[in-house]
C-alpha cells in the first residue's frame, strides 16, 4: 500500500506525507530462499542507507554483537517494511518558484522519515525477536530528519543532495549525501 498527500501551504511552499506499507505474508513469507527487504534505501528511509554503515565506529572493547552499529543494521531488514515520510517543500525555479520559470525544477527540502521492518520467524532464530513493537516484539521505528536541495531531472528522476540526521544511530552523527530516486 502507498498512500500519499500534497498540500499546498502558500504558492511556492508545500507538504507532502507518505505512508507506504510493503510486506510477505502467508505461509512462504519467510522462506529463506527468498531475500529481505531492506529499509535502508533513501527513497524509503534516509540516513540508514547501506554504504554509511561501518564497523570502524564501533568501539575496540565492545564485541561487534553488542555493537550499536550492528544492532541498527540488523533492524533494516525483514519480510515486511512500513515507512513514514514528511516533507516540506520550497520550489525555487518553475512555474511556481521563488525565483520564477528556470531551467530546472528545483526545491529545498524539510524531511521526518521513520520506518520499521520486521518479521514473524520466531520459530527458526528464538533467541532473535524481529516482531514489531505492536505484536510485542522488539523491533521499533526507525527514524531521520535533515534537510537538502532536490533537482526534478525531467519527470524521470530525482537527484538530492542532503544532510541527515540518523537518531537511532548513536554512533553516526549528521551527515552530507546524495541520492538518485524515484520521486516522492
Known sequence: ??????????????????????????????????SRLFLGYPSLIRGYDNGSFSTDRCPPNVGLEQCSEIQV??????????????????????????????????D????????????????????????AWFQGGDREPLRSAGAGLRFNLLGFALAEVYWVKPFDRPLRNGYLTFSLNSGF
Open 1 to 34: 500500500g502507498d498512500l500519499r498527500g500534497y498540500l499546498r501551504i502558500a504558492s511556492p511552499l508545500t507538504a507532502g506525507v507518505r505512508l507506504l506499507h510493503y510486506g510477505r505474508y502467508l505461509s512462504g513469507a519467510e522462506d529463506e530462499r527468498l
Open 73 to 106: 543494521y540488523d533492524q533494516l531488514f525483514g519480510s515486511r517494511v512500513a515507512v513514514m515520510n514528511g516533507e516540506l517543500r520550497l520550489s525555487l525555479f518553475g512555474p511556481v518558484g521563488v525565483f520564477g520559470s528556470g531551467f530546472l525544477p528545483a
Open 108 to 131: 529545498l527540502v524539510g524531511f521526518y522519515d521513520a520506518g520499521l521492518a520486521w518479521s514473524t520467524n520466531l520459530d527458526e532464530t528464538p533467541d532473535i525477536d524481529e516482531r
